[in-house]
């Protein structure tokens, strides 16, 4: 569903601030995978996200979606496969247009479409129910301002936004990072009910190594730009967060950071 293949990835070559963060990377998901991704900093989690999305091009090697090879497709038409979450509940949203007017945004992805006087009592009504899903007390906040929810609120209204169209591929980047523990815990719930419900094939990076256990049929550690464990179905569900720590130790992994060693 998802092939990486072989990329390469250097930002400010042959400079002093030369930094190699793919050496030749690669990566297969299948249709309806969940993966969830952890590593330290610098492991080039967020990078390969972005290369996937479009917002930095391999130097080589090759990206399909379903097939389909995007290596070259711009951001935007790539946007056309790809649903995305960011670490900052104020992305992905914009803050001065309504909840309807956000959520109509995501619904006419790909067609062309009006805003506040194009959104019909049908829509109306079919965004109360989904944002009623949520258990937010959102969907009767149609006409807030998305800048005056609160950040979990918001997080959860963008992962359902995300999943509106039901993109060949879901990107999770730390979605959960900037919200407390609680919250967090909610919009993780959001999450694979999200997932489950669209059956999509996601890309989940967290910092949390409990999370990374707890969620998705798939993990996968990184360290310095390359896959250095890789643990699916019955022998992920059986993991342990020491197990995981000498695993990735065991593989060579490094810089693993403290926030990651004490999610237990």
């Known amino acids: ?12 070559a042959e400079t002093v601030n030369e930094k190699r963060v793919f050496t030749g990377l690669n990566l297969e998901l299948e249709d309806g995978d969940f993966v969830t991704i ?16 479009g917002a930095f091009k391999p130097d080589e090697g090759s990206i399909e979606i379903d097939g389909i090879d995007v290596t ?19 992305m992905g949203t914009a803050s001065d247009l309504w909840v309807e007017e956000n959520m109509s945004i995501a619904d006419s992805r790909g067609h062309r479409r009006g805003l506040r006087w194009a959104i019909t009592s049908k829509d109306r009504e079919r965004y109360r129910e989904l944002l009623t899903q949520l258990d937010l007390g959102v969907e009767n906040r149609l006409t807030t301002k998305m800048g005056l929810l609160s950040g979990g609120q918001r997080q959860a209204i963008t992962l359902l936004m995300a999943a509106m169209k039901k993109p060949k591929l879901l990107l999770l980047d730390e979605h959960t990072a900037a919200l407390d523990p609680k919250t967090a815990a909610k919009v993780l719930e959001i999450t694979d009910k999200v997932i489950a419900e669209n059956k999509l094939t996601t890309l989940m990076v967290t910092h949390n190594m409990r999370d990374a256990i707890d969620h998705g049929n798939r993990l996968i550690m990184m360290s310095e730009g390359k896959v250095v464990v890789d643990v699916k179905g019955e022998d992920k569900k059986k993991l342990t967060v020491e197990q995981l720590v000498n695993m990735f130790s065991a593989a060579g992994g490094k810089e693993l950071s403290d926030k990651a060693m004490l999610s237990n």
Do not use: C, W
């Not at 952890?38 to 999305?53: C, E, H, P, R």
């Open 1 to 12: 569903m998802l092939k990486l293949s072989n990329i390469h990835k250097t930002f400010n």
């Open 72 to 90: 070259n497709m711009p951001e935007h038409k790539r946007a056309a496969y790809i649903g995305r979450v960011f670490q900052d509940p104020r």
């Open 38 to 53: 952890i590593g330290g900093n610098g492991a080039g989690k967020s990078t390969m996200l972005n290369v996937i999305a």
